[in-house]
């Protein structure tokens, strides 16, 4: 590794990919996917800028090309900024058949997202006031529960428009307040 930059360049914190390198020997198996996620999960807009990973690439000497897959294999991933709440939605069969496509499309309509031939493909989209971010999954693992839906990292199962559309008021009153 070279020696640690206590630089912020653009949109990336080294201080902090520095402390977080620091924890983990980067090329024990796992260590990678730590590491971008905590890398991650520090960004006020939650997702991996390309400098961060090419910070990341040029301190732990792993190839640019194995991290990028990496964070592009991964759903968790985000390369694009997100929005300040999320809402991820799964399409698996078990909550398609249990109307996880009707909670998609009210979920669109009611934050002025475009819905249409996109909400049947992996999906993320956020709002144009960086509130809300919606994105699709493939599958929860929770599927005994479905529809299930997740917000801000809680999962909710056995969901309904009713039930959704209270989590959507509860992010609006917590805007407010911020
Ligand atoms: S299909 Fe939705 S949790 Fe499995």
Same mark, same amino acid.
């Given at each position: ?8 360049v653009?949109?990336?914190?080294q201080?902090?990919i @520095?402390k ?24 006020p ?12 690439? !040029?301190?732990?000497? /792993?190839?640019?090309?194995? /991290? ?6 991964? !759903? &968790?991933?985000? &390369?694009?900024p ?21 909670? *998609?499309?009210?979920?669109? *309509? @009611?934050?002025? &997202? ?12 956020t ?8 994105r699709?999954? !493939? ?20 969901? @309904? ?6 989590? &959507?008021?509860a ?8």
């Open positions: 590794m070279s020696s640690a930059s206590s630089t912020q653009a949109d990336v914190d201080d902090f @520095n977080v390198l620091a924890k983990h020997t980067a090329q024990q198996p796992g260590s990678l996917l730590a590491i971008l996620q905590e890398v991650q999960n520090n960004h807009r939650k997702y991996l800028p390309q400098e961060a990973l090419g910070y990341i690439a !040029a301190r732990t000497g /792993i190839p640019m090309s194995r /991290i990028y897959s990496v964070a592009t294999f991964y !759903a &968790l991933f985000n &390369l694009k997100q929005g300040r709440n999320t809402v991820c939605v799964c399409r698996g069969t078990a909550c398609h058949t249990r109307g996880s496509r009707d909670l *998609m499309e009210k979920l669109m *309509m @009611n934050l002025g &997202l475009r819905s249409g031939e996109d909400a049947e493909e992996q999906l993320s989209v709002t144009a006031d960086g509130k809300m971010t919606v699709t999954v !493939a599958c929860f693992g929770q599927c005994a529960l479905a529809p299930v839906i997740e917000v801000n990292h809680s999962i909710f199962g056995h969901m @309904n428009e009713r039930m959704m559309m209270r989590e &959507l008021e992010i609006d009153k917590q805007e407010g307040r911020s």
